[in-house]
């Protein structure tokens, strides 16, 4: 049979909760564990693969809606049958748990149309780069200042990473404390840091002139990325300011509208897009369009995994993030997870699609 002649013969997911290794808290939220819902797509003898960090109720909305459109659809046009996917969810509410099931069923439709073709996804996609840069990301508010230190120093002197990012979020005090710690941890390297929304605008402008005094160069969601105005804002006031600290988000952005309203109202130096949440590789490839259009760089957000493919394929990238997380999870589920070298990761391109398979023995100790 001809690639051309192929369907969809088989849709399956599944859900796995593993725990962290202890507990953790950024600015706005504290966590025990981390799910990752995972989606196979299957035609023609090969299965795609795609998975999002969300919740096992994701199941039943694939298995009893989503899925049956994907069954029996042309497998070399991911985008279309993702458009489909859209389309049903109207009137359940596009943003969050549906974003996150059609963020996951896009990936392995794109993932399955590479390995049909026998091609790693990157080259599918058309790769700018061979390789892209991360930044090393954890820091969390449960981490002692050792922990801390050690996390940080490590990812900056052994693993050559040229950012690393920890989560703020507590008393100004207390939190330019853990940045001198931060700081003095890391050398040259540059800091970012991460407020998870903690924030109002008023807090997160005083806030900022005393780190921009310090060299960090990235304030993450100082203020929800719900309060487009309180975004707004913070970056006046660090253009007024004249610091070199940057204002972000995005990772709370499910559709292409979401990403342009962010866009402009200029709320943002740098954008940041999930694949697991804004609709899989399609979404991501939107996200970066947009970014082109507005000159504004794009970071990608987690999963650094499932992004490493896309990341390598579209203009304008600043990084992509190693989160500590999703790096631990995805190394334990996954056999093809990216290697950190020189703070750097690069794609496999000996291998189809975006290389990960499931390590089903491993994985079958978490199942939900």
Not at 304 to 322: D, G, M, N, S
């Amino acid at each position: 049979m001809e690639v051309s002649d192929l369907r969809i013969a088989a849709v399956r997911a599944s859900a796995y909760r593993i725990p962290a290794e202890r507990p953790e808290a950024d600015g706005t939220f504290r966590w025990e564990a981390t799910t990752l819902v995972l989606v196979e797509v299957e035609a023609g003898g090969r299965t795609g693969l795609g998975y999002t960090y969300a919740d096992a109720s994701l199941l039943r909305l694939i298995d009893d809606s989503l899925g049956e459109l994907v069954v029996g659809a042309d497998p070399m046009a991911p985008a279309r049958v993702s458009g489909q996917l859209w389309a049903r969810v109207r009137n359940l509410g596009r943003a969050g748990l549906a974003a996150c099931a059609i963020s996951a069923l896009d990936t392995a439709l794109w993932d399955l149309k590479a390995r049909l073709l026998d091609l790693p996804l990157a080259t599918l996609l058309g790769r700018c780069r061979d390789n892209v840069r991360v930044y090393g990301s954890g820091g969390f508010l449960s981490y002692s200042d050792r922990q801390l230190r050690e996390q940080l120093g490590r990812w900056a002197a052994e693993d050559g990473c040229r950012w690393v990012k920890m989560k703020i979020g507590g008393e100004a005090g207390r939190e330019l404390a853990r940045i001198r710690t931060a700081r003095e941890a890391i050398g040259g390297a540059g800091l970012l840091v991460d407020a998870n929304g903690a924030y109002g605008s008023r807090q997160a402008i005083a806030l900022a002139r005393r780190m921009a005094e310090l060299g960090v160069g990235w304030f993450e969601e100082p203020v929800s990325s719900d309060d487009l105005d309180g975004l707004c804002r913070v970056r006046r006031a660090m253009d007024a300011a004249g610091p070199e600290l940057e204002i972000v988000a995005g990772e709370y952005a499910y559709t292409p509208d979401d990403f342009r309203r962010l866009l402009e109202r200029r709320a943002v130096d740098v954008l940041q897009a999930d694949l697991t949440r804004c609709g899989g590789i399609s979404g991501f490839l939107r996200a970066a369009a947009l970014c082109e259009a507005f000159h504004v760089d794009l970071s990608a957000h987690c999963a650094p995994a499932l992004h490493l493919p896309v990341a390598c394929a579209v203009p304008r990238l600043r990084h992509v993030e190693w989160f500590h997380d999703h790096v631990r999870i995805e190394a334990m589920l996954f056999d093809g997870a990216p290697q950190l070298r020189q703070g750097r990761i690069a794609p496999d391109l000996t291998a189809p699609g975006h290389g990960l398979c499931l390590r089903r023995a491993d994985a079958r100790a978490y199942a939900v």
